[in-house]
């Protein structure tokens, strides 16, 4: 593990240690957890999963993916690298409805095909080595099971001009971003069939009161729809697809 991975890993360690909510947990702002966990929502509505299906939350945080997915009978295992993140999941969740493990991306304490959905959301940013995490996730998902995961926006203009700023001024990023292309991509070379990409639409933190555009029905839709924007605009993509084989 880089210097890039142990800060992040410092900092989750933090947030647990100095906040109960959700959202700060995970390094979110609380739009953006409710914005990610409402999109992955609805994305999962159009999946077929077995039923009960075996999950695996990777980077699980605060556990809220676990907690929602076991609400809907699942199996589900939420795993992470932050202790005391493990820890305020476990706190979190009083009902004891998902299974806990620590351990990181790069090694998966799991045998080959075993789980039927495995998810990974806020992981990305932080790893220094995408590729090789994406292999791993890929090694434990059953064919025809289902891969979803979250990435920051490459293109988004927000962060094209931090990205500038930062070489500008000699700095490393603060975290990863991903050009939703070379995603799918690698998805593709690991046998991984496309199903779909959506984006998360998210105001700058600087500029909270745009948040109340993002909530009038068929705003974001109609940025979906818009040329352009469908790429530039969001911070985020989830982005859905199915393990060849079987």
């Not at 304490?109 to 495995?118: H, N, R, W």
Request: with cysteine; aromatic share 12%; glycine share 10%.
């Amino acid at each position: 593990m880089g210097i890039f991975e142990e800060d992040w890993q410092k900092r989750f360690e933090r947030f647990a240690r100095d906040y109960c909510a959700d959202h700060l947990i995970s390094g979110w702002s609380e739009s953006g957890l409710w914005r990610r966990l409402t999109l992955f929502e609805e994305l999962l509505r159009d999946q077929r999963l077995s039923d009960p299906a075996h999950v695996l939350d990777l980077g699980c945080g605060a556990a809220t993916y676990v907690r929602f997915l076991a609400g809907l009978g699942h199996r589900v295992v939420g795993l992470d690298y932050s202790l005391p993140s493990l820890s305020r999941a476990q706190a979190a969740d009083s009902k004891k409805v998902g299974d806990y493990v620590g351990g990181e991306v790069y090694h998966l304490p799991f045998c080959d095909g075993c789980f039927d959905l495995v998810v990974s959301i806020g992981v990305f940013q932080t790893l220094g080595s995408p590729e090789e995490a994406l292999c791993e996730m890929v090694r434990v998902l059953r064919p025809k099971g289902l891969l979803i995961v979250e990435f920051l926006n490459a293109f988004e203009l927000v962060a094209m001009i931090r990205y500038a700023c930062e070489k500008l001024r000699g700095r490393l990023p603060r975290l990863h971003t991903y050009s939703p292309f070379k995603m799918n991509h690698w998805l593709e070379q690991r046998a991984i069939r496309f199903i779909r990409r959506a984006g998360v639409y998210l105001p700058p933190r600087r500029l909270p009161w745009l948040e109340r555009l993002f909530t009038l029905k068929g705003f974001v839709p109609l940025l979906e729809k818009t040329p352009g924007i469908s790429l530039l605009g969001p911070h985020a993509f989830l982005m859905v697809g199915e393990k060849r084989g079987g």
